[in-house]
C-alpha cells in the first residue's frame, strides 16, 4: 500500500491567462510557495506544484531559483521573516544571548521552523544543490551573535581573544540541533541550559587562557 500523496492543485492552462512579467509574476510564485509550504510542508513541495497553483511553467520557477530550497529561502524574505533585528542590549551577556535564542526559538515554532527543518536536512542530503544556501543560511544570525559577544567583550565581561567564529556559531547551533532532533516549541530550560551550562563557561574558561597565554580550548 503506498502512501497517499495531495494532489497538484488544480489550475488552469497558464497561457491562456493574462501575461504576468517582473514582479507581478515572481510575487505569484513567491506567494504560491508559501501556501505550499503552508499546505502540504516542506517535503511535498515540489516545482511543479507551485507552478500549477501560481499559474505559471516550471520554466518560470527555474529561470528564476535553481532548486526548491533557494524557492522557499525567496519565499520566506518576500513574506518579511525571519526578521534580524539589532541585537537586545539587556546589559549582560546572559541577557542578550538568551534574547536572541529565544527569538530564534520562536521563530522555529511557527511556519519558519517548518521550512528550516527542510533546508538543514536537504542540505545534508544534497550538498551540491545547496552549497551557496548553506554559505548565506545563518550569516545574519551570527553577525548578530558577534555584536553581542563584541559588547560583552567592551563591558569587560569576557576577553576580545575569546571570540571566534566556532564560538560565534556554538550556542544557536545547539539550539538548531534541539530542533531537529525533537522538534518545536523549545523549552526555555533548554536555552537557559545552552547559555549557563555550556556557552558561559567556555567564554569564561577562553577568556582566562588568553589572559594567562595559555591555549584557548574549543567548542566539540
Known amino acids: 500500500m503506498t502512501e497517499a500523496t495531495s494532489?497538484?492543485?488544480?489550475?488552469?492552462?497558464?497561457?491562456?491567462?493574462?501575461?504576468?512579467?517582473?514582479?507581478?509574476?515572481?510575487?505569484?510564485?513567491?506567494?504560491?510557495?508559501?501556501?505550499?509550504?503552508?499546505?502540504?510542508?516542506?517535503?511535498?513541495?515540489?516545482?511543479?506544484?507551485?507552478a500549477a497553483r501560481a499559474h505559471t511553467g516550471k520554466a518560470s520557477l527555474y529561470k528564476r531559483w535553481p532548486n526548491r530550497a533557494e524557492l522557499v529561502v525567496a519565499a520566506l524574505r518576500h513574506r518579511g521573516g525571519p526578521p534580524l533585528a539589532a541585537p537586545a542590549d539587556t546589559g549582560s551577556l546572559r541577557g542578550d544571548v538568551l534574547a536572541l535564542l529565544r527569538h530564534g526559538a520562536t521563530l522555529l515554532n511557527g511556519l519558519f521552523g517548518e521550512a528550516a527543518r527542510g533546508?538543514?536536512?536537504?542540505?545534508?542530503?544534497?550538498?551540491?544543490?545547496?552549497?551557496?544556501?548553506r554559505a548565506r543560511m545563518f550569516v545574519g544570525r551570527d553577525r548578530l551573535m558577534r555584536e553581542i559577544?563584541?559588547?560583552?567583550?567592551?563591558r569587560g565581561e569576557i576577553s576580545a581573544a575569546a571570540i571566534s567564529s566556532r564560538v560565534v556559531g556554538f550556542a544557536p547551533k545547539l539550539v538548531d540541533h534541539h530542533f531537529l532532533v525533537y522538534g518545536a516549541p523549545i523549552p526555555e530550560e533548554v536555552l537557559t541550559g545552552i547559555v549557563d551550562d555550556l556557552l558561559l563557561p567556555l567564554l569564561s574558561a577562553t577568556s582566562e587562557d588568553a589572559a594567562g597565554g595559555r591555549e584557548a580550548p574549543s567548542p566539540a
Open 7 to 50: 494532489p497538484v492543485p488544480d489550475a488552469a492552462d497558464h497561457r491562456k491567462g493574462p501575461r504576468r512579467r517582473g514582479q507581478a509574476l515572481d510575487a505569484a510564485i513567491l506567494e504560491a510557495t508559501i501556501a505550499e509550504l503552508t499546505e502540504v510542508g516542506y517535503w511535498k513541495l515540489t516545482m511543479e506544484r507551485v
Open 119 to 133: 533546508l538543514m536536512a536537504e542540505s545534508l542530503t544534497n550538498p551540491e544543490d545547496t552549497a551557496n544556501l
Open 149 to 154: 559577544l563584541e559588547r560583552a567583550a567592551a
